[in-house]
């Protein structure tokens, strides 16, 4: 079990595309919530509880999971960076050296993919390492992955950042390389990196993929693994949750 990652689960969003009135964490997909699913392969993973970031309705994730994690609140959504921030306390409380964030939206993530991330990390002494998929389906690209943001590489390979969807444009549009948002970071770099962050994008948020950009600005090598589409997979609509039923005995 490893003893130097601390998970932060990422679980304030609504289930309002979903057509529901609870957190879209606990939308159920076969026989248990999301969220569950995510939290089963985090403490295979690591012997540290899980934080967990919520918002809406925040009080019934709780009384799903109970002690199954630690709760740190985001009253507002003010984007992914926003949403890490809000577990600055628990983090800083944390003994581990590394964070590694995930989504209660994405179910499929394994132990495997845990491990390489921090093994790249202990591996390289980075700052920061990424998870990446390349999305060869032209079905799953257009209907699950097109909003994802997109991996940006230099001419000799190099991640320099991410763009998000409404940021890109119509050539970055076209990009196959997504970022699924699995980030394994060194905690005392990200927590002093978090409140540099600006909103300056579409969305007006705090995003945590800038982490990436300014990783590249400070000359740092932004590592990187890739995992194929399943683990990739989130929903974030009824139609999108079909095709996460589609692949549960895949």
Known sequence: MNENTQIVIL????????????????TILGDKPMIK????????????K?????GYKGDLIKKSLGEGGFYATQEEQNGTGH??????DLILDSNADNIIVLYADQPFLSKETLEKLSEKMKEKLSKIVIATSII???????????SFGRIIRDNNGVITKIIEKK?????ELKIREVNPAYFCIDKNWMLEKLHLLKNNNAQGEYYLTDLVKIAFDEDL??????????????????????VLESFLEI
Request: glycine share 8%; aromatic share 6%.
């Open 83 to 88: 949403a890490v921030l809000a577990a600055e």
């Open 37 to 48: 699913y995510v939290l089963e392969t985090s403490n295979k993973f690591s012997s540290n």
């Open 221 to 242: 090598t932004i590592e990187s693994i890739q995992i194929d589409e399943k683990e990739a997979l989130g929903a974030n609509t009824r139609g999108q949750l079909e």
């Open 136 to 146: 060869d389906d032209d079905n799953l690209f257009k209907k699950q992955f097109y």
């Open 11 to 26: 679980a304030a969003g609504k289930g309002t595309r979903m057509g529901g009135d609870i957190p879209k964490a606990l």
């Open 167 to 171: 940021d890109a444009t119509n050539n």
């Open 50 to 54: 899980p934080i967990i970031v919520i």
